[in-house]
Structures are given as C-alpha cells and as structure tokens.
C-alpha cells in the first residue's frame, strides 16, 4: 500500500540552498523512493515572487512522489501539519564576515517561527537547523518551543562530516563512501573539531584506521582540520556566495539518516542538545557522533579522548557558550 505523503517545510526556499534542495526532496533524495511528499515552502514576502517561480519549477519537473507544494510567505500557513522542518531561511555570511556578526538577525526569526512550530506542526515533528549560526540558531529554536522534545531539534554539522570525509579519500586517493567514522566536534563554525582518530577506511584487506594509512600526522592534525574548518569560506571566497548543492545534499544525508537509521557499525555527525557527555556542557546544541535507529539518535558513548582532542572539544564548547550569551543579549 502506497505511503501517505509526508509533510516537508523548507524555510527561505527562495534562496540559493532552498533552490538545490526542493528538488531532491521531491525525488526521494531525503525520505526514500516509496515515500511521497507534500513541500512547504516558507519565504519573506520580499521574495514571494521568487519562491513562486520554484514553486512552477517543482510542478513542471513533474516529481511523481510530489503530491502538493504550499508556497507562502505566511509563517503559519508554512508550519500546519508538518513532520520535517528543514530551517534554511535567514540571512547569509557574506565575503568577510563572521558567523557572529549574522546573530542578531538570525535570533529573531528563529524565536518566532519556534512559536509557530511548537503551536501548528505535526506531532513528533523532528526539526534540521541549517541556517547559521546553525548551532545557536537551533538552540534559540529550542528555548523558544519548550513543548517540541529537545530530541527532535537539531543543526547541520553534517557538510562539515561530510566534507572531512571528502578530505580523507583526496588525500588517500580512495572511494569516499569506503571513508566512514570521522567526528565533527562542536559548532558548525571554524571552531569545530574535525576529527580522524576513529575513522577508518574499507580495504582489501578489511577496515584500516585513517590514522595509520595517511601516517602523516602533521597534515591530520594541522592542515587537515584547517582546511575542513575553513571550507565554508573558501567555498565562499571562490563563488561569492555560500555553499549552497554540499549543504543541501548534506541536509538530505542528516534527515534521511535521523529517520531511516545509519548502516551498522557507522556513526554520523549531528549537532544535537549536550546531555553532558565528554564533558561537554549541558545546554548547548553541539555536534556529536550519532547513530541513529527507529527515527532516534543516540550520542556514541565512550570513545578515548587523547589530551589534544580535549583542548578542541573545550574550545568549541567555549564557542557556543559565548554565542549563547550573545543570543541572549539579542532576544528582544
Ligand atoms: P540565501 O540568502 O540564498 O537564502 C536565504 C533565504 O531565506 C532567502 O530567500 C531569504 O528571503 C529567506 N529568509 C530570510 N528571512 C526569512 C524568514 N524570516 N523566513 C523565511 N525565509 C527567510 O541563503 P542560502 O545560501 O540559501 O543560505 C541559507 C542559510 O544557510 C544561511 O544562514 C547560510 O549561512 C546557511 N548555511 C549553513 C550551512 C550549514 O552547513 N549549516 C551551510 C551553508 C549555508
Ligand atoms: C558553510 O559551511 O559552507 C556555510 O556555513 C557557510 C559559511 O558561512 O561558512
């Protein structure tokens, strides 16, 4: 028997992430090939025009899972019903700035579509923050919809696991999809630490640890994690605008591992709400490895920290501490 369509929002669909997104959303990218989908697709009315031209793209590329698209720029309209919220919209990091200089402006948008969310989603509706600052924006989220389980709120740190993975088969010149278990730690910012000291590659000759095969451990500990740190603005610096197909597809990745479960013996990265774990404190939205299993994550338990990677899971800690504070000052 066919599925009944779920109900995906997408906020600031207008905008460039928006625009790579909807499509794979509408094709089974996400939530599978056997699960129909109804799109709704929030923007600000300055962009109303815009979001109805993606809206007669969606219907011309005739998506045989896509079974209805409410384009609107009425925020509760957008959130009635929904059972994925895919938080893009707000505004952009542009050439120079720092995620920090964007808080504000993100803050109020994100405390007031948590009050429509927690009022007219669907029940267990899971949430994927991607706009930044991701992680401070999905805490905001969090505070502001008290009723939404913190379970079911999240941020995008998967492009970062994504693009460490990327890095690793470059370097080792071997099938990134034989890359697995790297660790984005913390916040989706150049803070975040990348790390390798469980990842391992499929050989030959069975799973090796990317610490042994790349044995250069000046790159791994140096320029490896600058250049996943950095890639956002280099992405930025190299196209004027920010990344936009990676953070789609990693979006996609991040929900359709949160709902349809991560392959055994494989964990992903997700930035979820700190429960204490590592000694990271509680009250923060910060990447973590997950797996994933019946629509529920679970933070990897009792992975060694050497004294190198502490200082790393300290530092992005601090990080978001200090952009909760700011957020705070910016609640109005
Ligand atoms: P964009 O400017 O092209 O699109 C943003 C859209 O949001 C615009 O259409 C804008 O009109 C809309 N918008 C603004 N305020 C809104 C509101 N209150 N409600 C609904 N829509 C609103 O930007 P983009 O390139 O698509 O990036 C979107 C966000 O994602 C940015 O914050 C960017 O920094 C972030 N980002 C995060 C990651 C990640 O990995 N977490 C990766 C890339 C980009
Ligand atoms: C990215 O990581 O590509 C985005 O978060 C854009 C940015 O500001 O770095």
Wanted: glycine share 8%.
């Amino acid at each position: 028997m066919a599925k009944e369509p779920a109900r995906v929002l997408v906020t600031g669909a207008a905008g460039q992430i928006g625009y790579a997104l909807v499509p794979m959303i509408a094709r089974g990218v996400m939530l599978g090939a056997d699960q129909p989908v109804i799109l709704h697709l929030l923007d600000i009315p300055f962009a109303a025009e815009a979001l109805n031209g993606v809206k007669m793209e969606l219907i011309d590329a005739a998506f045989p899972l896509l079974k209805g698209v409410v384009a609107t720029t009425d925020v509760v309209e957008a959130c009635t019903g929904v059972n994925i919220a895919v938080m893009v919209g707000g505004f952009p990091r542009k050439e120079g700035m720092e995620r920090k200089d964007v808080m504000s402006k993100n803050v109020s948008i994100y405390k007031s579509q948590a009050s429509a969310l927690e009022k007219y989603a669907a029940a267990n509706c899971k949430v994927l923050v991607v706009a930044n600052p991701a992680n401070t924006n999905a805490l905001i989220l969090k505070e502001f919809a008290p009723s939404i389980p913190e379970k079911n709120i999240s941020c995008l740190t998967r492009l970062d696991h994504n693009r460490a993975l990327g890095q690793v088969s470059e370097r080792l010149n071997v099938q990134v999809s034989d890359v697995k278990n790297v660790i984005i730690w913390g916040n989706h910012s150049s803070s975040q630490y990348p790390d390798v000291n469980h990842a391992t590659v499929k050989t030959p000759s069975g799973e090796k640890p990317v610490r042994g095969l790349v044995a250069d451990d000046a790159w791994l500990n140096g320029e490896f994690i600058a250049t996943v740190q950095q890639r956002g603005a280099a992405i930025i610096k190299a196209r004027k605008l920010s990344s936009a197909l990676s953070a789609a597809s990693s979006a996609c990745d991040h929900i359709r591992d949160w709902v349809l479960g991560t392959p055994e013996g494989t964990w992903v990265s997700m930035g979820v709400y700190s429960d204490g774990s590592y000694n990271v404190p509680a009250g923060l939205i910060y990447s973590f490895p997950v797996t994933c299993c019946n629509g529920d994550w679970k933070i990897v338990q009792g992975l060694p920290i050497d004294e190198f990677s502490r200082k790393k899971l300290d530092a992005t800690a601090d990080e978001l501490s200090e952009e909760k504070a700011l957020a705070y000052t910016c609640i109005n």
